[in-house]
């Protein structure tokens, strides 16, 4: 704001619009994106952000209002790109939507909802407790697209010329077969041409993580999220003797154009406990919450999962309400 750094005039050149930016009215200047208003509000803004495998950050100047919003995380989850906009609505009388209010409930307590639930056609999630909440993991396209809608979820749709998801899950599949059977041909006419030494690359990992982790034991698709920054990705399952990792498939129109792994969160949703038999996971992007709210009854545990656009998935852990009576609940 003053002039010890900078003079005024230098100050005039780096803040000055000099090229069009990513979208209608906003330029860029010496090293920063410039534009007259943000979030429909207007106002003059200025400023950057960056991330990179392992962290995030984001620096938005608003210097007609005095105010800056600087995030910083040692994560990469995206959140930072989300939080400012957040902010921002809340110190400028924008409509915003606060998470669900958080409680504190006791290990115990949320062991009694762990397990595998099954629901229709083949669909189920998995329940594990994880740094005091619950974890949910999708097995099966139809439960992927709940927990990872393609619309509404703040985060683009999949560029045109992208192909279905039971399609994406088959050639992945296919993909992990000739990985595992070392078939380089088959996974040479799965990859992108981009990068010819791929097959190899990706068998030589495959053999140094059989070697640390006791062997492979298997694998699964998980399903296909076919919106997100990267574009459609599909995830699966990698067994080994002593642990999994979860890998991310992305594509580029009919190719795999990466896989990622390890990948810690995938698509799996850590839902924060409203109650001791409701759990709640909140999206920034979107400002949504998807629900899980558990049923102890016969034939066993129920588990309902909400959607945000309001759509219920019931799912079943059989036999589960004797264990879950006999812990006095």
Known sequence: RGESVFSKAE???LFTPHQRSYREGAYCGYGWDIADDFLDVRTRFVGHG???RGFECKFYRFPDKGVVIAVVSNTNDHHCWWIPNHIFSILFGRQYTLPPVVATLEADTLKRWEGDYQGQDGA???VRVHDGQLRATPIGQAVMELLRPTSGSG???APPGAIAADETNRRADAAIRAWVEQDLKKLDTLLD?????WPQRLSDWLDREAA???GFKGHRVLGTSRAGRRGPRTWAELRFESASELAALGWNGERITHFDFPSASGPRLRFAPESETRFNAFDIASSRTTTLEFVVG???TRLLLRAPDGRTTEFTRPGARQAAEGNGK
């Open 11 to 13: 100050k005039e050149k």
């Open 50 to 52: 960056g991330d990179t």
């Open 124 to 126: 189920a999630l998995e």
């Open 155 to 157: 985060l683009p749709p």
């Open 193 to 197: 041409p981009q990068w010819p030494n």
């Open 212 to 214: 640390q982790r006791g």
């Open 298 to 300: 016969a034939p066993g």
